[in-house]
């Protein structure tokens, strides 16, 4: 598995923006991307039960992640075509504030490592990308277990500050100075 300090890989994906079908589909591709933070998560695949949780809390965090000038984008290994009929089936999926991309070939998947052995799909793994296109944070749960939005939001925050942050540390609090 691809870990901090590594360039995350290119890619060119194509998400789901809408529950419209007119307007749904949109290319996405990492070259957008340079000059942003990136919070890149991965659910291994529509229509199961943990994952509309985790994609929801994400979503009703959106604003604070866009708030830190990051840009947030869910994956997995299904079609644009199955995350559009899983948005369009479940409520809380319907309004996304951010794209639904689909790593189909499982190339983006593949690159990282984070293919499951046995299940052939994404581990449900999280990774935040500096705007240099480096992984500074990687995150990964077992395929049964769901993980924590804010921990996302909070180790994007101590991130941005450039500074030692200790543990459990919260915006606002002080770093740590090295003596």
């Not at 998947?109 to 052995?117: E, F, K, T, V």
């Not at 799909?121 to 990308?129: E, M, N």
């Amino acid at each position: 598995m691809l870990g901090v300090g590594s360039q995350f890989p290119s890619y060119a994906l194509t998400g789901v923006v809408s529950s419209d079908p007119a307007t749904a589909f949109q290319q996405f591709d990492s070259d957008a991307q340079a000059g942003h933070w990136q919070v890149v998560f991965f659910w291994p695949k529509d229509f199961t039960f943990v994952c509309p949780t985790e994609i929801a809390a994400f979503g009703r965090l959106q604003r604070e992640f866009q708030e830190r000038g990051a840009r947030l984008f869910g994956i997995s290994v299904d079609s644009e075509y199955v995350h559009l009929a899983w948005r369009r089936e479940r409520s809380e999926l319907r309004d996304l504030p951010f794209p639904m991309l689909s790593d189909l070939k499982r190339e983006l998947s593949g690159a990282l490592g984070i293919l499951d052995p046995q299940a052939g799909v994404a581990q449900r793994a999280t990774y935040i990308v500096d705007p240099q296109g480096v992984i500074r944070f990687a995150y990964v749960t077992d395929l049964s277990v769901g993980r924590n939005p804010d921990e996302v939001l909070r180790v994007l925050d101590a991130l941005q500050t450039d500074e030692l942050c200790p543990c459990n540390w919260q915006p606002g609090q002080d770093t740590l100075k090295a003596a």
